[in-house]
C-alpha cells in the first residue's frame, strides 16, 4: 500500500515531523500510519459522548491524542487535547461538542490512509 503523504498533509498530518522523529523512515510511517486504521479510540469516543460518559470520552480522547501526537497529525491531535483539556476543566458539554469535528478529520485522515 502506497500512501500518498502530500494528500497526508492536506489532512492536517505534518509529514516532515513525522518522518524526523523516525529518521527519515517513510516505510516504518507507513506501517505505523496503517495500524491506525485498527485504532479504535475514536468508536470509543463517539460512544461515550452517545453515552454522555464523561470518564469513558476523556479516556479515548486522550488515547487517541498520544497515538496522533506521535503520528504527527496535527489537526486532529490539536482537536482532541482541546477535548481533553475541556475534560479536565468539567465541561463535558464543551467536550462532546467537538466529537463530529474530530470524527470529520479522523475520517479524512483515514481515508487518506487507506486509499492512498
Known amino acids: ?11 492536517g498530518v505534518n509529514v516532515d515531523e513525522a518522518l524526523t522523529r523516525l ?15 485498527d485504532d479504535g479510540n475514536m468508536a470509543r469516543l ?11 470520552g476523556f479516556e479515548a480522547a486522550h488515547a487517541l491524542k498520544g497515538v496522533c501526537g506521535n503520528l504527527s497529525m496535527t489537526r486532529l491531535y490539536e482537536l ?3 477535548q481533553c483539556d475541556l475534560f479536565r476543566a468539567g465541561d ?3 467536550a462532546f461538542a467537538l466529537v463530529p469535528e474530530a ?6 485522515v483515514r481515508e487518506v490512509i487507506a486509499n492512498g
Not at 4 to 11: H, I, T
Not at 103 to 108: G, H, I, L, T
Open 46 to 56: 463517539t460512544e461515550a459522548a452517545a453515552a454522555d460518559d464523561a470518564e469513558e
Open 80 to 82: 482532541v487535547s482541546r
Open 1 to 11: 500500500m502506497a500512501i500518498d503523504f502530500e494528500k497526508l498533509g492536506a489532512a
Open 103 to 108: 470524527k470529520q478529520c479522523y475520517d479524512e
Open 23 to 37: 529518521m527519515g523512515s517513510r516505510a516504518l510511517y507507513e506501517r505505523l500510519l496503517v495500524k491506525f486504521l
Open 92 to 94: 463535558r458539554a464543551g
